[in-house]
């Protein structure tokens, strides 16, 4: 399959392990660090590269050492660039990173990712591609208006769409995502982003808020596995069990396995279980792309848990 993704491009500062959380006017020791590919975008990228697909990204970055650094790691991990836009009016964005064992808190300057424009998209770019994948909705501003339009695009022309929204930090949750899935296939919120865009609390009834008749909606539930309505019933499976060191960018690596499968003609549960595994053998080393998959990788840890996918 050919894959475009299309949307935000940082370097992420990950700050792992500390020893309380931050306050102001006080300083905190972690007990490491690392800088690495960042954004949503770009490692279900690089996600879906090391599983076999051929992946274009197209994006924008900043004239500088950053946006160097994150181009140079997607080509190393043979992901097509050449659509990679450079603006040097502003500044590769950056995310620090302040991890624990089981999750993180993120702040993030959003530089380019704001300034990724819907009208820089030129759909003439999908020609020869399957599929197209966006994410980080709401943080992608100059983007977000067009991106309904892009997709429609997209399926007009005869690809599949998918999409994450990531984590609104206005925390309002606009209708106009609603309106964006009229035009995506594959919809992958965690549960905090399909809380606050149902309004429910419960992640089946969240699953029924969103049901349009076009889009399958696929809720990341952290350590309570994946959900989804299968046939009007909710199918849950469990999230492997895992020690981890990082969860930065497990979500992202879920999307890719599960795409990875999904675009393979595979059952839906089956796809789950392997963005499941996907996602958890994310989470062994630092950083989002740090121990990301390869198929023969999932093959065996789906083995040794004798999970068939």
Request: hydrophobic content about 40%; some cysteine.
């Amino acid at each position: 399959m050919k894959i475009l993704v299309i949307g935000e491009i940082n370097v992420d500062l990950i700050l792992q392990n500390y020893q309380a959380f931050p306050e102001l006017g006080k300083e905190v020791l972690v007990e490491d660090c690392t800088l690495t590919l960042g954004s949503s975008s770009a490692i279900c990228a690089v996600g879906l590269a090391r599983l076999g697909e051929d992946v274009a990204f197209l994006g924008k970055v900043g004239p500088d050492v950053w946006g160097d650094f994150c181009c140079k790691r997607l080509r190393d991990e043979g992901i097509d660039t050449s659509r990679v836009i450079v603006d040097r009016a502003v500044k590769t964005g950056i995310t620090a990173s302040v991890t624990g064992k089981t999750d993180r808190a993120l702040i993030t300057h959003l530089g380019a990712i704001s300034e990724f424009r819907a009208d820089e998209v030129d759909c003439a770019v999908m020609r020869g591609f399957n599929h197209v994948h966006m994410a980080c909705y709401f943080m992608q501003t100059g983007l977000r208006p067009g991106v309904r339009s892009i997709l429609q695009q997209a399926k007009d022309a005869g690809l599949t769409t998918s999409l994450d929204p990531g984590f609104d930090p206005e925390e309002k949750w606009g209708s106009d995502l609603r309106e964006t899935l009229s035009a995506v296939d594959v919809f992958f919120p965690n549960e905090v982003e399909l809380r606050g865009l149902s309004g429910q609390d419960d992640p089946e009834m969240g699953l029924r808020a969103l049901q349009n008749g076009r889009t399958m909606v696929i809720a990341k539930l952290g350590r309570d596995g994946a959900m989804a309505l299968i046939d009007g019933r909710a199918v849950r499976v469990p999230a492997p069990l895992v020690e981890p060191v990082d969860t930065t960018g497990a979500g992202d690596s879920f999307n890719a396995g599960f795409l990875h499968r999904w675009l393979a003609g595979r059952p839906l549960d089956e796809c789950m279980q392997y963005g499941a595994a996907c996602g958890a053998i994310s989470t062994l080393a630092l950083g989002g792309t740090g121990c990301q998959a390869r198929e023969p990788d999932v093959k065996e840890f789906l083995r040794k848990r004798q999970v068939h996918a």
